[in-house]
């Protein structure tokens, strides 16, 4: 799961409520649209919160920053319904969410299941944006360590939902024995946004990582400009496999140093500028490009 750098929202962004056709969605926005807007979306038991560490980068960069808890997902109401969270239904969210901002083409970014949610958005109808970024996010299902792992995750989910804090405890039981123990802080806001998380949202995003069909060839027709973002290495898509989508795309390719399957998280700072300078700014510190 994503650990935000930070808890607290830097001085130039704001938390509110987004109102849509779809209903309404928490978001944390900063900056002015001097060079243009983007929506953040994120990934499957993450939140709004782990883009914090972009907000302040982007807006000085010249751009309108709007991260989203998408429905049923901590800070934005959801129902109990499991047929509400497919991977459509939330595409059509993002859509609803685009129109809302008000602002034109917006520049799209989805991390992990946000990326293979966002890509549903724009196959469905890539008018109100203007590029889309799939960071950390793959052409297709999970790899099959992490199938194995989701699928016990939607086991438990299903006989426990009314139990969510049992599941968190079994879930984070599985945590590595040398794995570095996060602040209490970091720890109380992770289990918060997992209790305040709908259950349904989880087994029927759980569902779309499992079972995600290969798109890449659909969206590789759509004529937008495309950028495929990861770390150095992925728990969830193989590396190599993400540069093999991004050539397929004829998309640009950056690869973040210090950075795992979070890097807006693990190293906001370069990724904030790989993404400005993709977007057109380039104002703020460039990455390592890998490829064209």
């Known amino acids: 799961m994503s650990k935000p750098p930070r808890l607290t929202l830097p001085s130039v962004a704001r ?6 056709a779809r209903g309404e969605f928490a978001v944390h926005e900063a900056g002015e649209p001097l060079h243009g807007t983007a929506l953040l979306v994120p990934g499957f038991t993450g939140s709004k919160e782990d883009f914090i560490g972009l907000l302040e980068p982007l807006a000085s960069a010249g751009y309108r920053v709007v991260a989203v808890d ?25 859509l609803a969410q685009a129109e809302a901002l008000d602002a034109g083409p917006v520049h799209l970014v989805g991390h992990s299941l946000g990326g293979l949610i966002s890509r549903a958005a724009v196959l469905r109808d890539a008018a109100p ?3 889309l970024t799939l960071m950390s996010s793959g052409p297709a299902a999970i790899s099959e360590h992490q199938q194995a792992r989701t699928k016990l995750l939607i086991a438990a989910l299903e006989t426990l939902r009314d139990d ?11 945590d590595p024995p040398n794995a570095v123990p996060d602040s209490p802080a970091l720890a109380g806001f992770l289990r918060e946004r997992w209790l305040a998380t709908v259950p349904e949202q989880l087994i029927g995003t759980g569902r779309v990582l499992i079972s995600e069909p290969d798109r890449v060839a659909e969206l590789a027709e759509v004529p937008l400009r495309k950028l495929v973002l990861s770390g150095v290495v992925d728990y969830a898509w ?34 904030a500028g790989a993404l400005a300078a ?3 700014a380039g104002t703020v510190a460039a990455p390592r490009f890998v490829s064209e």
């Open 164 to 174: 969510m804090p049992a599941v968190w405890e079994a879930m984070r039981a599985q």
């Open 129 to 131: 944006f203007a590029s």
């Open 15 to 20: 938390a509110y409520r987004l109102g849509t």
């Open 238 to 271: 193989p590396v190599p496999l993400m540069d093999e989508m991004a050539r397929r795309l004829s998309a640009a390719r950056v690869v973040v140093d210090d950075a795992e399957h979070s890097p807006n998280a693990e190293n906001p700072q370069v990724t």
């Open 70 to 94: 998408g429905r049923g997902q901590y800070e934005s109401p959801g129902p109990r319904d499991e047929s509400a969270y497919g991977c459509e239904e939330l595409a059509r969210d993002l």
């Open 278 to 280: 993709f977007w057109g």
